[in-house]
């Protein structure tokens, strides 16, 4: 199984917004409602940021938003702060019956 | 910040073996899906391997398919990795994920360890 595809780094001022890519194939994120988003700082442990291609964790502010159209979901991110600085993974389920999961390449958010 | 603590990381030699665990001091396990996750310096998250709340399926990357094997003890609250033949490409930071309730097939892991380093050294 592939990994799915992020671009390396994207970057945006404070107050801007931003999306970030994820394209995988008709095995995977195109087949699914199982696409999810996670935020990492350096050093630190992944966070959820998104699940089920669009939904929230309780505590996870509204700025993040999820979609998907055909292959690709998308992390877009509203009013960029200092504070979402960041490596960004998108994972889907990939069906099957032996890996069932994959992660993206990641994205390196800059915050101008 | 409820948390899952990982241990038994360390430096071994290739082809040798290490057993990580995980556990869930203040976190609910039972019933809830379990992940590892591992991140090699400098470089992302890759999936290592997923086992379903009764211990009833257990799945695996193709990378440590047939090294590696997953497994729990719901009454203790941990979760468990042992690594055979280990080569230096399973160098990384490991994590332990939990997984959703329901909808196993999600990749919804919601809460995460800090991390064990393990390293693959001659």
């Known amino acids: 199984q592939s990994a799915l595809t992020q671009p390396a780094s994207v970057s945006g001022s404070p107050g801007q917004s931003i999306t970030i890519s994820c394209t995988g194939t008709?095995?995977?994120?195109?087949?699914?409602?199982?696409v999810s988003w996670y935020q990492q700082y350096p050093g630190k442990s992944p966070k959820l940021l998104i699940y089920?291609?669009?939904r929230r964790p309780s505590g996870v502010s509204s700025r993040f938003s999820g979609f998907r159209s055909g292959n690709t979901a998308s992390l877009t991110i509203f009013g960029l702060q200092d504070e979402d600085e960041a490596d960004y993974y998108c994972?889907?389920?990939?069906?099957?019956?032996?890996?069932?999961?994959?992660f993206g390449t990641g994205t390196k958010l800059t915050v101008l | 910040e409820v948390q899952l603590v990982e241990s038994g990381g360390g430096l071994v030699k290739p082809g040798g073996s290490l057993r990580l665990s995980c556990a869930a001091p203040?976190?609910?396990?039972?019933?809830?899906?379990m992940n590892w996750v591992r991140q090699a310096p400098g470089k992302g998250l890759e999936w290592v391997s997923c086992?379903?709340?009764?211990?009833?399926?257990?799945y695996y990357a193709d990378s440590v398919k047939g090294r590696f094997t997953i497994s729990r003890d719901n009454a203790q609250k941990s979760l468990y990795l042992q690594m055979n033949s280990l080569r230096l490409g399973d160098t990384a930071v490991y994590y332990c994920?939990?997984?959703?309730?329901?909808?196993?097939?999600?990749?919804?892991?919601?809460?995460w360890g800090q991390g064990t380093m393990v390293t693959v050294s001659s």
């Open positions: 994920a939990r997984g959703p309730a329901v909808a196993a097939a999600s990749p919804a892991f919601d809460i």
């Open positions: 203040e976190v609910t396990f039972s019933g809830y899906s």
């Open positions: 086992i379903t709340s009764s211990s009833s399926y257990t």
């Open positions: 008709s095995s995977d994120v195109g087949s699914y409602n199982l």
């Open positions: 089920e291609i669009s």
């Open positions: 994972c889907s389920y990939a069906g099957g019956s032996t890996s069932p999961f994959v």
